[in-house]
Each structure stands twice: as structure tokens, then as C-alpha cells.
């Protein structure tokens, strides 16, 4: 069973940046499509981005962080990582990272992904 392990979270001001990493172990990364979600008090959990399975690798976004959010993965680390610039406190959430063999019509949705991991908090906020 593949066990995802995040890392990174914490406080930040309005304006700054973040970088979270998402380590795998009982799998290979480049074998998975894995996504990044994020889940704010009181809402329910929405997708971040997501990096398809190496045959694929391409990559994905929500219009919410595009152009802000960058995904990589870095395979011989067997880790994935999400940097977070000119975050808004809107961005704050407890963010997951999550794997599977989802196909493109399931990237955005929860149940496209096994795999999931507890989570980091993220806090945006002066």
C-alpha cells in the first residue's frame, strides 16, 4: 500500500511564499497520477493541481491558483511538491496530497485518487 507523507505547512503572511512536499513510499511517484487538495473550515475539499503519471506528465490547476501554484516531481526523491507564491489568506486550508491511477476525467475529484495523506496546514495571515 502506498503511504503519502506531507510536509511543509505553517504560517505565512499575505504576499509569501510556501513550499509543500508530499514523500510516497510503497510506490514510485512516477507511476501515479498525484494530486494536491486542500480543505478550509466549514468547506468541503477542492482540488489544488495535479501531475499525471510519467507517460503522461502533464500538468494540471485550478483557475483559483494558476499562475501561483507549482507542481513538481522529483522521482529520484520519490516526492512531489507544491510551491505556493503570492498566497492570500484565502489559500488557507489543510492541504493533502493524494495518488491513483485516475484517469483525466477523474483528476479533479476526490475518487479519482486511493491514496491520501493527513494532511499539512497551511495559514495565510498578518
Known amino acids: 500500500q502506498v503511504q503519502l507523507e506531507e510536509s511543509g505547512g505553517g504560517l505565512v503572511q499575505p504576499g509569501g511564499s510556501l513550499r509543500l512536499s508530499c514523500a510516497a513510499s510503497?510506490?514510485?511517484?512516477?507511476?501515479?497520477?498525484v494530486g494536491w487538495f486542500r480543505q478550509a473550515p466549514g468547506k468541503e475539499r477542492e482540488f489544488v493541481g495535479a501531475?499525471?503519471?510519467?507517460?503522461?506528465?502533464?500538468?494540471h490547476y485550478a483557475d483559483s491558483v494558476k499562475g501561483r501554484f507549482t507542481i513538481s516531481r522529483d522521482s529520484a526523491k520519490n516526492m512531489v511538491t507544491l510551491q505556493m507564491n503570492r498566497l492570500t489568506p484565502e489559500d488557507t486550508a489543510l492541504y493533502y496530497c493524494?495518488?491513483?491511477?485516475?484517469?483525466?476525467?477523474?483528476?479533479?475529484?476526490?475518487?479519482?485518487?486511493?491514496?491520501w495523506g493527513q494532511g499539512t496546514q497551511v495559514t495565510v495571515s498578518s
Open positions: 510503497g510506490g514510485a511517484v512516477s507511476q501515479y497520477t
Open positions: 501531475v499525471r503519471r510519467l507517460g503522461a506528465n502533464t500538468y
Open positions: 493524494a495518488a491513483g491511477q485516475s484517469i483525466l476525467s477523474q483528476l479533479r475529484l476526490e475518487s479519482g485518487y486511493r491514496y
